[in-house]
Each structure stands twice: as structure tokens, then as C-alpha cells.
């Protein structure tokens, strides 16, 4: 699977103050992140310097280059900021979700293929993947530690599910 050169990595989802500072929601480990990004870019490839970086909760508030009214940044609502894959920190033993994406689920001890991994789910603390079975069932796993084997994004997700988790799907 070709990966990405520049991965989605926030929306735009409103302006902040009268100099055209944005705020951003997220869609990376966390605001952490966009502190040590030096550009960011829309999809259809404009480039923007980012600079004062700072998190309100959840939310990302920075200022782009060229974006210095409020009327700038409105115009800049709701649109997707990417990142050169490159430039986004991943901590060692991490993956980014969408070269997750689409990938076999096996079993790590035998080779059985559960499925296929069809999205990743954060709504809590705990990541759940979205495993779809060759009969069509969605079966919902913890990404914990006890299931996950590894994760090869060249080859599966290698997992060790307790007995009868992916049984009782087919049967449903």
C-alpha cells in the first residue's frame, strides 16, 4: 500500500480573536503535536507557517502566515489542514491510523484471518478497532496491549483474541 505523502491532520473550525488566529480541532495524538510543526496546508496545496501555537483544551489556536484579520481566517472555516508525513512526531512502536486502514487482522500464533480493519474508533480512553469478518460482521476490539500483538503496516495486524471473540460474530 502506497502511504500518504501529507496526512489530514485538523479542521478549521473557527476563527480566535481579531488578527486571524484559528482554532483548530485536532485529529492527531494530540494538540501537543502542532507545536512542533513548522508548516501546515490545505489540500489544495497552499503552504502556511504556523507560529503561536497554544491549546485551549482539546482545541489548537495558532496563527498561519498571510492570515492576519478575522476576515482571513473565516474564509479558512471548515477547511482540512494537512501535514508532510515527515514533519508529524511519532513515537517509536506508533503507527498512524491510516496506514492502518485496510489491513488483514490475523491471528499472531496461527496466520487466521479475522478480517480486515475497516476504521479505529477513540472514544474514550481506549482505541477500538472496527474489524469487518470475510461474512460481513463488524466485531469491535479493544486496542489493548493483552489483544495486540504487532502491527506490520507492510503486512496485518497481528492480534491474540481471547477464545470465541471473533466465533460468536460469525454465528451472529
Same mark, same amino acid.
Given at each position: 500500500?502506497?502511504?500518504k !505523502?501529507? @496526512?489530514?491532520?485538523?479542521?478549521?473550525? $473557527?476563527?480566535?480573536?481579531?488578527?486571524?488566529?484559528v482554532?483548530?480541532?485536532?485529529?492527531?495524538?494530540?494538540?501537543?503535536?502542532?507545536? =512542533?510543526?513548522?508548516? @501546515?496546508? @490545505?489540500?489544495?496545496?497552499?503552504?502556511?507557517e504556523?507560529?503561536?501555537? =497554544?491549546t485551549? *483544551?482539546?482545541?489548537?489556536?495558532? %496563527?498561519?502566515? *498571510?492570515?492576519?484579520?478575522?476576515?482571513?481566517?473565516?474564509?479558512?472555516? $471548515?477547511?482540512i489542514? @494537512?501535514?508532510k508525513?515527515?514533519? +508529524?512526531?511519532? !513515537?517509536?512502536?506508533?503507527?498512524?491510523i491510516?496506514?492502518?486502514? *485496510?489491513?488483514p487482522? =490475523?491471528?499472531? $500464533?496461527? *496466520?487466521?484471518?479475522?478480517?480486515?480493519?475497516?476504521?479505529?474508533?477513540?472514544?474514550?480512553?481506549?482505541? +477500538?478497532?472496527?474489524?469487518?469478518?470475510?461474512?460481513?460482521?463488524?466485531?469491535?476490539m479493544?486496542?489493548?496491549?493483552?489483544?495486540?500483538?504487532? +502491527?506490520?503496516?507492510?503486512?496485518?495486524?497481528? +492480534?491474540?483474541?481471547?477464545?470465541?471473540?471473533? %466465533?460468536?460474530?460469525?454465528?451472529?
Amino acid at each position: 500500500m502506497e502511504k500518504k !505523502a501529507y @496526512l489530514e491532520i485538523a479542521k478549521i473550525i $473557527n476563527t480566535h480573536g481579531v488578527r486571524g488566529a484559528v482554532k483548530l480541532d485536532p485529529w492527531c495524538d494530540g494538540p501537543q503535536v502542532f507545536k =512542533k510543526l513548522k508548516h @501546515l496546508y @490545505l489540500e489544495n496545496g497552499k503552504e502556511f507557517e504556523v507560529s503561536d501555537v =497554544k491549546t485551549v *483544551g482539546v482545541f489548537v489556536v495558532c %496563527s498561519l502566515s *498571510g492570515v492576519t484579520t478575522v476576515e482571513d481566517a473565516i474564509k479558512l472555516k $471548515n477547511k482540512i489542514l @494537512l501535514a508532510k508525513r515527515e514533519e +508529524i512526531p511519532l !513515537a517509536k512502536g506508533s503507527h498512524f491510523i491510516c496506514d492502518m486502514i *485496510g489491513l488483514p487482522v =490475523k491471528d499472531a $500464533n496461527t *496466520g487466521e484471518v479475522y478480517g480486515t480493519l475497516e476504521a479505529v474508533s477513540q472514544p474514550a480512553l481506549q482505541e +477500538i478497532y472496527e474489524i469487518r469478518t470475510p461474512s460481513g460482521k463488524l466485531v469491535l476490539m479493544p486496542a489493548v496491549p493483552q489483544f495486540v500483538d504487532r +502491527i506490520d503496516t507492510d503486512d496485518a495486524i497481528h +492480534i491474540t483474541p481471547i477464545d470465541g471473540f471473533f %466465533s460468536d460474530a460469525e454465528e451472529a
